[in-house]
C-alpha cells in the first residue's frame, strides 16, 4: 500500500496540488490536505468548476459543509460509483478517500508535466512561444492578391521597396587612416554621401540602415555570423530586461484577455525610443510613426509652411523623383547607344579588313603555286636541251635506263605481293581483337555505370537515415524526461514479483489442502469398508453367540458416536471460519470511524444550528 | 536619440567656431536637408564659395553625419527639447541649436513624408516561372553540353517594379532550393515553440 500511495502522492502532485514532501502515504491526509488533493485533480478535470472551488478549507462550519457537498457533486459528476457526502472530505477515513483518489488520478489527462511546468519557465521561453504564435498566425492566413487586400491609409502613398545601398563614407582625422585614402575621399573622385545614391528612399533607407549599423559597432567586412552573435550580444540583456518590466506591468494590471501575440506587439512598440533592432522593426517604426502623425494632424497644405526649399507633397514627390529617374536613363541610354555604336563601327570595319586579307593570302597562295610548276617545267626543258647533242647514243640509254626501270617495277611489285599478304593477314587479326576490346570496355562502362547508380542511391539512402535519426533524436529529447517513471517501473515490476511468490504460496497450501482432502476421503472409505466387513462379521456370529450379540451393539454405537463426533468437528470448522469472518468484517467497520464519524457530524450539526442561530438572532436584533 | 560615433564626431567638429562659423554651419545645415529632400541629389551641394576655406573630408563628414542626425530625428520624431539635449551632447552652443531647430521645424513634414515613403519590406515574391535551357557550346568552348536555368520571379505590384530573371546553374539552383528550404522549415520550427 506504500508503494501505491506513493505512486498516487507523486500524480496528485503533477496535477498541482501542494502536497508536503514528508507525507508519503494516505494515513497522514488531513482533512485540509485531502480537500486540496481533490480540488488539485478537479482543476485539471474540469476546468469550469476551478473558480468556484478553493483548495483551502474555510473557517466557518457551514462554508465547509457547502465547499464538501460541492465537492461531493462534482466527485459523482464525474461518474463516481460510490456514495459520497461532505464527511468523506472533512473526516476521510484511508480506504474511501484512496479509492476517491485512485479514481481521480486515473482520469488525470496522461501527461500533466507539462501543464505543471509552464510558470515555471524563463522569459525567452515566453517570448519564443508568443513569436511563434504570432508567425503561426500569418501562416494560416491565405494569400491574397494585392488587388483585393484592404488598403491601409499609407498604401494610398505607392511604398517603395525596402532597398539598402553601401556609402562612401569619408571619416576625418583618422588616426589609422592613411594619407591616401583621406586624399581620395577629400577629392572630387567621392562625391558627398548623400549624392553618392541618385535615388530619395534609398538614400534615406541606407542611411538609417548605416547609422543603425554603426550603433551596433558591428566592423565592416566582419562575418555575416559574427555581426548576428554581436548583434544578440548587445541584444540580449536589453530584451530580458524590457520583457521583465512588461511583464510585470502586464501581470499586474490583470487583464490577461490579450492574447501574447498583441502583447508581443505592443513590447516591440515600448522599445521604439531606444534607437536600435532590425531594419525591419525600423523601418515599420517610421512608418507607424508617419501614419499615427498623418491620423492625428493631417498634413498642413504646403503654402501654408514657407520653406526655402520646394515642399513636397506626396504626388509631387513621386513626380519629382520620377523625372529624375527618367532624365538619368535618357542619358544613360544616350551613352549606352553612342557606345554600342562605336563598337558596331569598329566591328565592321574590322571584318571587312580580316576579309580582304584572306583574299590576298589566297592570291599569294596561287602565285606560289604556279612559279613552282613553272620551275619544274623548266628544268626538264632543260635538260632535255642539254641531251640534244648526241642524240641516237642518248636514246640508246635511255632505253637501257627504261627497260631496267620496268624489270625494276617488276620485281617490286612481286616483292611487294610477298610483304602484303601477312600485314594483311595481322591487320585483320588486329582489327578483331580491337572490336573484342571494344565491347569489352563499353561492358564495363554499364558495369560502372551500374554501380555508380547503387551508390547514388545508397548515398540517398544514408541521408533520409541520418534525417530520420536526427529527428528520432529530437523527438527523444522533447520527450519529457520523467525521473520517477524508471523508479516506480521498478517498484511495480518487484510488487510483481512479490504478487507471483504469493501465489505460488497460495497454490502450495491448495494442493497440501487438497491431498489432506484425498486422504480423508480414502481414510474415510476404508472405515466403512472395515464397519462393513465387521458388521458382516459379527452380525453372522450374533445369532449364535450372546456375548457377540453384545459386541454388535457396542460396534454399533462406537460407529455412530464416532460419525457424531467427525459431525461437530466439521461443524466446529465452519463455525470458526464465520467468526473468522465476522471478525474481519467488525474490522473494517470500525476502520471506517462511523461512530465517531457520527458524532463528528452531529456536533457539526449542532455548531450549523448555533451559527443559524446566531445569525438569526442578529437578523432579529437588527 | 542614440548617436553614433561617426555622428557625433562630425557634429563635434560642426560645433567648433574654429571649425565652421555660423555662416557656414548655416550653409551645411541648408545642404544637408537640401540633400536629402530633393529627388536627385546633387553632387555640388558643398561647393559655396563661403565653404572654399574648409578641408573637405571634413565638410563632407560633417555633411553626412548632419543628414544622418536629421533623418534620425525624423525617424524618432524628436521635439525640440530631446533635439537640444541630443546636440548639446555634441557641444553646439545655443544660437547653432536654436538654428538647427528652426530649419527642422521647416523641413518637418517634407522628412516625416519622405520616410514614409520609405516601403518596410523589400519586394514581395507571388509566383515564379522557369525554362531549361541546353547550352551546346559557347564561342570560347567548343563543346559545354550543360543544363542551366531561366527562372522569372514574379513580384507583387509589377506595375511599378519590373519583374527578376536570372539563369543559373543546376548547383545554384539546387542551393536555392535548399536554402528556401531550411527558411521554411525554420519557419515551421519557430511556430512549434
Not at chain 1, 340 to 349: P, R, W
Not at chain 1, 491 to 499: P, Q, T, W, Y
Not at chain 2, 86 to 97: Q, T, V
Request: net charge negative.
Amino acid at each position: 500500500m506504500e508503494e501505491a500511495d506513493r505512486i498516487l502522492i507523486h500524480s496528485l502532485r503533477q496535477a498541482g496540488s501542494a502536497i508536503p514532501e514528508d507525507v508519503q502515504s494516505l494515513r497522514a491526509f488531513t482533512a485540509e490536505l485531502a480537500v486540496a488533493a481533490v480540488v488539485g485533480c478537479l482543476q485539471v478535470l474540469r476546468p469550469s468548476l476551478s473558480s468556484s472551488l478553493s483548495a483551502h478549507l474555510p473557517p466557518g462550519m457551514s462554508a465547509r459543509f457547502r465547499l464538501g457537498m460541492s465537492l461531493a457533486q462534482a466527485c459523482s459528476d464525474l461518474g463516481y460509483p460510490r456514495e459520497l457526502g461532505y464527511q468523506s472530505f472533512l473526516y476521510p477515513s484511508e480506504p474511501d478517500l484512496r479509492q476517491l483518489l485512485l479514481f481521480l488520478a486515473e482520469r488525470l489527462p496522461p501527461d500533466p508535466t507539462q501543464e505543471s511546468a509552464q510558470p515555471s519557465v524563463g522569459e525567452s521561453a515566453i517570448l519564443l512561444r508568443a513569436v511563434g504564435a504570432q508567425v503561426r498566425e500569418l501562416l494560416t492566413e491565405p494569400w491574397v492578391p494585392p488587388a483585393l487586400r484592404p488598403q491601409k491609409y499609407q498604401d494610398r502613398v505607392p511604398l517603395k521597396p525596402l532597398h539598402v545601398q553601401p556609402f562612401v563614407f569619408p571619416k576625418a582625422n583618422t588616426p589609422e587612416g592613411a594619407s591616401e585614402v583621406q586624399e581620395f575621399q577629400g577629392g572630387p573622385l567621392v562625391p558627398p554621401v548623400p549624392a553618392q545614391i541618385p535615388c530619395q528612399a534609398i538614400r534615406a533607407a541606407s542611411f538609417l540602415e548605416e547609422h543603425t549599423a554603426q550603433l551596433r559597432e558591428v566592423p565592416e567586412g566582419d562575418a555575416p555570423g559574427d555581426a548576428d552573435k554581436a548583434c544578440r550580444r548587445c541584444l540580449a540583456p536589453r530584451l530580458v530586461e524590457q520583457l521583465r518590466q512588461n511583464w510585470g506591468q502586464a501581470t499586474s494590471s490583470a487583464s490577461g484577455a490579450r492574447g501574447p501575440g498583441r502583447e508581443l506587439g505592443e513590447l516591440l512598440c515600448t522599445w521604439g525610443p531606444r534607437g536600435k533592432g532590425s531594419r525591419f522593426t525600423h523601418a515599420e517604426k517610421f512608418t507607424f510613426a508617419q501614419e499615427e502623425k498623418v491620423a492625428h494632424a493631417p498634413p498642413l497644405a504646403p503654402a501654408q509652411h514657407p520653406s526655402p526649399l520646394s515642399p513636397l507633397s506626396p504626388a509631387h514627390l513621386e513626380r519629382e523623383v520620377q523625372a529624375g529617374q527618367e532624365a538619368e536613363l535618357a542619358s544613360l541610354q544616350g551613352c549606352l547607344e553612342l557606345v554600342g555604336h562605336s563598337i558596331q563601327e569598329a566591328g565592321a570595319t574590322m571584318k571587312r579588313l580580316t576579309l580582304s586579307t584572306g583574299q590576298i593570302e589566297a592570291e599569294a597562295h596561287q602565285d606560289w603555286l604556279s612559279a613552282t610548276e613553272r620551275e619544274q617545267a623548266r628544268r626538264l626543258k632543260r635538260r632535255a636541251v642539254d641531251l640534244l647533242p648526241d642524240a641516237p647514243s642518248n636514246l640508246a640509254k635511255l632505253q637501257v635506263v627504261v627497260e631496267a626501270s620496268a624489270q625494276r617495277v617488276i620485281h617490286l611489285t612481286g616483292q611487294w605481293e610477298r610483304h602484303r599478304v601477312p600485314l594483311l593477314a595481322e591487320y585483320r587479326a588486329l582489327k578483331k581483337r580491337r572490336d573484342q576490346r571494344e565491347l569489352e570496355s563499353s561492358h564495363r562502362a554499364a558495369e560502372l555505370q551500374a554501380l555508380q547508380d547503387c551508390v547514388r542511391v545508397a548515398a540517398a539512402e544514408a541521408r533520409r537515415k541520418e534525417g530520420l535519426h536526427k529527428q528520432l533524436v529530437a523527438e527523444l529529447e522533447t520527450l519529457p524526461g520523467d525521473m520517477a517513471r524508471s523508479a516506480y517501473t521498478h517498484r511495480i515490476l518487484e510488487i510483481v514479483g512479490s504478487i507471483r511468490k504469493q501465489k505460488e504460496e497460495i497454490t502450495k497450501i491448495l494442493s497440501d489442502t487438497k491431498l489432506l482432502q484425498k486422504e480423508i476421503n480414502a481414510l474415510s472409505g476404508k472405515l466403512d469398508r472395515t464397519f462393513a466387513v465387521t458388521d458382516e462379521l459379527v452380525f453372522k456370529d450374533a445369532k449364535k453367540d450372546d456375548s457377540v450379540r453384545k459386541a454388535y451393539k457396542y460396534l454399533a454405537a462406537l460407529h455412530e458416536n464416532c460419525s457424531q463426533l467427525i459431525q461437530t468437528i466439521e461443524d466446529t470448522g465452519t463455525i470458526l471460519r464465520e467468526v473468522r469472518d465476522l471478525e474481519e468484517q467488525i474490522e473494517t467497520e470500525t476502520g471506517k470511524k462511523t461512530l465517531s464519524n457520527l458524532d463528528k457530524i452531529l456536533e457539526d450539526y449542532k455548531a450549523v444550528r448555533q451559527e443559524n442561530a446566531g445569525l438569526l438572532g442578529r437578523v432579529h436584533e437588527a | 536619440m542614440e548617436l553614433s560615433e561617426y555622428v557625433q564626431r562630425g557634429c563635434q567638429m560642426l560645433a567648433d567656431p574654429g571649425c565652421f562659423d555660423l555662416a557656414a554651419f548655416a550653409l551645411v545645415l541648408r545642404a544637408a536637408f537640401r540633400s536629402l529632400l530633393e529627388a536627385r541629389a546633387d553632387e555640388a551641394v558643398l561647393d559655396h564659395p563661403d565653404l572654399k576655406h574648409i578641408d573637405p573630408l571634413v565638410l563632407k563628414h560633417s555633411h553626412a553625419a548632419l543628414a544622418t542626425c536629421i533623418l534620425e530625428a525624423g525617424k524618432q520624431k524628436a521635439d525640440k527639447s530631446t533635439l537640444s539635449a541630443c546636440l548639446e551632447d555634441c557641444k553646439f552652443d545655443r544660437e547653432r541649436i536654436e538654428l538647427f531647430c528652426t530649419e527642422y521645424q521647416k523641413n518637418k513634414n517634407s522628412l516625416e513624408i519622405l520616410l514614409g515613403s520609405i516601403g518596410r519590406c523589400p519586394l514581395l515574391i507571388s509566383d515564379v516561372s522557369w525554362r531549361l535551357e541546353y547550352q551546346i557550346k559557347t564561342n570560347q568552348l567548343h563543346k559545354l553540353y550543360r543544363p542551366s536555368y531561366l527562372v522569372t520571379l514574379n513580384v507583387e505590384d509589377s506595375r511599378s517594379h519590373p519583374d527578376i530573371s536570372f539563369n543559373c546553374t543546376m548547383e545554384q539552383l539546387q542551393d536555392l532550393v535548399g536554402k528556401l528550404k531550411d527558411a521554411a522549415k525554420s519557419l515551421e520550427r519557430a511556430t512549434q515553440m
